[in-house]
Antibody
Framework: QITLKESGPMVMKPTQTLTLTCTFS??????????VGWIRQPPGKALEWLAV???????RYAPSLKNRLTITKDTSKNQVVLTMTNMDLVDTATYFC??????????????WGPGTLVSVSS | SYVLTQPPSVSVAPRQTARISCGGN??????VRWYQQRPGQAPVLVVF???DRPSGIPERFSGSNAGNTATLTISRVEAGDEADYYC????????????FGPGTKVTVL
């Protein structure tokens, strides 16, 4: 059974750097074809893809946020970390991590964590 | 950049059929995924590769994709199908990114 869970700060101030951790079980990021992605959803708005990291180390980022995002993996801990610099009020959202086993480079996000709400306020 | 369009809302009576469209330039050449998101919950993949269903998804959910429109069809709609539905594609041109549609709210009357 695949499970994922996001963790990180619930409240942040503008200009701070956000660090979110996705801790997962039921799969390994060393297995060929596997990936973990991050998607966010502002309150009442649509889903927005942020980043994905593949078993082979390939990283992809949303073009509009590429300069602010870094995604890394720690296969020994079964964790994926997303950092987002220079947080702003508009970055208030629920952040989800998700699993894919559909190969490279087109991930299919077939399992999701429950999400974590990050609020940015001055 | 690639843009997807969806109707904001669709209303359907129980046991009837709901059809949700997803428009995009030559979307028929791309692989479409559909996600269901109930209020306060994480999205659930209901269709991938245009028309395939993950295990555990009822056969009532089906998908099609041709030309500039992909469609998610929910047959014999139930109250539990009331949710937001998002289409999504992988755009392999230029920046290689994952694009979501704006979502459609399905209301069961």
């Amino acid at each position: 059974q695949i499970t994922l869970k996001e963790s990180g700060p619930m409240v942040m101030k503008p200009t701070q750097t956000l660090t979110l951790t996705c801790t997962f079980s039921g799969f390994s990021l060393t297995t060929s074809g596997v990936a973990v992605g991050w998607i966010r959803q502002p309150p009442g708005k649509a889903l927005e893809w942020l980043a994905v990291i593949f078993w082979n180390g390939d990283e992809r980022y949303a073009p509009s946020l590429k300069n602010r995002l870094t995604i890394t993996k720690d296969t020994s801990k079964n964790q994926v970390v997303l950092t987002m610099t220079n947080m702003d009020l508009v970055d208030t959202a629920t952040y989800f991590c998700s699993h894919s086993a559909s190969g490279w480079p087109a991930a299919i996000f077939d399992s999701w964590g429950p999400g974590t709400l990050v609020s940015v306020s001055s | 950049s690639y843009v997807l369009t969806q109707p904001p809302s669709v209303s359907v009576a129980p046991r009837q059929t709901a059809r949700i469209s997803c428009g995009g330039n030559n979307i028929g050449s791309k692989s479409v995924r559909w996600y269901q998101q109930r209020p306060g919950q994480a999205p659930v993949l209901v269709v991938f590769d245009d028309s395939d269903r993950p295990s555990g998804i009822p056969e009532r959910f089906s998908g099609s994709n041709a030309g500039n429109t992909a469609t998610l069809t929910i047959s014999r709609v139930e109250a539990g199908d009331e949710a937001d539905y998002y289409c999504q594609v992988w755009d392999d041109s230029g920046d290689h990114r994952y694009v979501f549609g704006p979502g459609t709210k399905v209301t069961v009357l």
